[in-house]
């Protein structure tokens, strides 16, 4: 089982970015402890961030073509505003879940709008850290069922 995990805009400021919203937990100590969970449940995980649009979309799409299983998604605020990124979930044809550390439906309401998950498995937000994880867990099940 091999899962994409990509991580939109401004994650890599994460431990320093408005740690009040975010946490202090780095994305290089989450995308390591997903790791750590991955190989327990017998799976691998392979992580990018990027702030540009067309990186992400170029990945989901190149997805299926590089023996990806499934992908876990934080478009960041991509998830608000990018078509481009709906789209290419949609053509790639592989379960997607959406994640985010933050609740954002208790956010501010630009945030209440989500382009991609209709066209995602399910989203999971609002538990920091453990939204990736517990995300990684519903992609492993999910796969495990459709085996």
């Known amino acids: 089982m091999k899962i994409l995990l990509l991580n939109g805009p401004n994650l890599q400021l994460l431990g320093?970015?408005?740690?009040g919203i975010y946490g202090?937990?780095?994305?290089?100590?989450?995308?390591?402890?997903?790791?750590n969970l991955a190989a327990e449940l017998q799976c691998?995980?392979?992580?990018?961030?990027?702030?540009v649009e067309g990186e992400l979309v170029s990945l989901i799409g190149s997805a299926r073509l590089n023996g990806f299983d499934g992908i876990i998604l934080n478009a960041a605020a991509y998830t608000?505003?990018?078509?481009?990124?709906?789209?290419?979930?949609?053509?790639?044809?592989?379960p997607v879940i959406e994640v985010h550390l933050s609740n954002t439906a208790a956010r501010e309401s630009f945030r209440h709008q989500s382009f991609i998950a209709p066209v995602c498995c399910g989203v999971?937000?609002?538990f920091g850290k453990d939204s990736?994880?517990?995300?990684l867990r519903a992609m492993h099940a999910l796969l495990n069922r459709n085996k």
């Open 44 to 51: 691998t995980i392979e992580d990018h961030q990027s702030n």
């Open 16 to 19: 320093s970015r408005e740690p």
């Open 24 to 35: 202090s937990d780095t994305l290089a100590g989450i995308v390591c402890e997903v790791k």
């Open 132 to 135: 990736y994880l517990l995300a």
């Open 80 to 94: 608000h505003t990018s078509v481009a990124l709906r789209d290419a979930i949609s053509a790639v044809s592989l």
């Open 124 to 126: 999971i937000a609002g």
